[in-house]
């Protein structure tokens, strides 16, 4: 698990902005191996955009040969309607990039035939060789995509009924009137995320702190869905400060000293710099046999 801290909300979003641009370009996607990626919805995710728009804009990222997936979608809630997530990547991310619109993927909440729609998601993604890198959000209570706790973490692309802490949480979209939330989504399963060959997850802010902890302190559990992710081969979190605060002052010295090892070892100048110049407590920890850039 690498752990990423960061101080705040928008320094998360510049890391992961400049994560995915360098990942894709790495990449080098052409028509014949495109970079597939999953994307979420949500205020978590709304910085990194804005950074990748501003990355396209000034002619460093392009969008030409990639494809996306996103994690979930309401139900029976118009697409053209201001909260659905249809909306949502238009107006923040796909209206501003030159990916194809038949590269973009986002459940139909309104099919006649929803297991059906949700079937063909899950084919659609095995269709072009699975998703390289799945970039997500989480909620309080630690679901991800709608994994709403208790979800099986071997479930797939399904309908599922929202919980009233999620219906309540997302109510600040829907002026703040519960009546007004859908109380049930498509989205991707736990297993259709873990699936990829690399999972980011954001998360950022005091109220997801319990989340972080049971994801990183704690062992794998149905009841934070998010806690799947120690069980992937290459799972990253980036996180901000306030986000920490429910995890051990240790805890958070050990992630950050292995960032730093990490940084010398690569011979980043950037707050890097030689072993022996770090803090004591870095110097520690990476004495102590931590698996350096740990996965
Ligand atoms: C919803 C979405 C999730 C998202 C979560 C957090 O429940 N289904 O995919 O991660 O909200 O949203 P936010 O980033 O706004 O806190």
């Not at 990423?4 to 902005?17: F, G, L, S, W």
């Not at 973009?104 to 006649?112: E, M, R, Y």
């Not at 954001?202 to 794998?220: N, P, Q, R, V, Y």
């Amino acid at each position: 698990m690498r752990l990423i801290i960061r101080e705040d909300y928008d320094a998360v979003a510049d890391y992961t902005a400049k994560y995915l641009r360098d990942r894709i370009n790495d990449f080098a996607p052409t028509a014949d191996r495109p970079f597939v990626l999953g994307l979420p919805t949500g205020s978590s995710p709304e910085g990194v955009y804005k950074n990748l728009v501003k990355y396209h804009k000034a002619g460093q990222l392009s969008f030409r040969h990639v494809i996306t997936f996103n994690m979930d979608e309401y139900v029976s809630l118009p697409q053209s309607h201001p909260q659905s997530y249809h909306t949502f990547m238009h107006t923040h991310l796909f209206s501003h990039i030159d990916i194809p619109p038949s590269q973009t993927h986002i459940l139909d909440g309104n099919a006649a035939d929803l297991e059906k729609e949700c079937q063909e998601f899950e084919e659609q993604i095995r269709g072009v060789g699975g998703i390289e890198l799945f970039l997500g959000g989480i909620g309080p209570d630690g679901h991800i995509a709608f994994n709403e706790p208790g979800s099986s973490l071997r479930s797939r692309t399904r309908v599922k009924t929202l919980a009233y802490d999620t219906i309540l949480a997302n109510s600040r979209f829907f002026d703040n009137d519960i009546s007004k939330v859908p109380k049930m989504a498509l989205t991707v399963g736990v297993a259709t995320v873990m699936d990829a060959r690399e999972v980011l997850i954001l998360i950022t802010g005091a109220h997801k702190s319990l989340a972080l902890h049971s994801c990183i302190e704690l062992g794998i559990s149905h009841m934070w869905t998010v806690s799947a992710l120690q069980n992937h081969p290459h799972p990253m979190i980036v996180c901000d400060e306030d986000a920490t605060l429910e995890l051990k002052v240790k805890t958070v010295r050990y992630f950050k000293s292995i960032e730093m090892v990490q940084r010398s070892v690569m011979g980043e100048k950037e707050g890097g710099g030689e072993v022996n110049q770090m803090p004591r407590f870095v110097r520690r920890f990476s004495n102590q046999g931590g698996e350096t850039g740990a996965d």
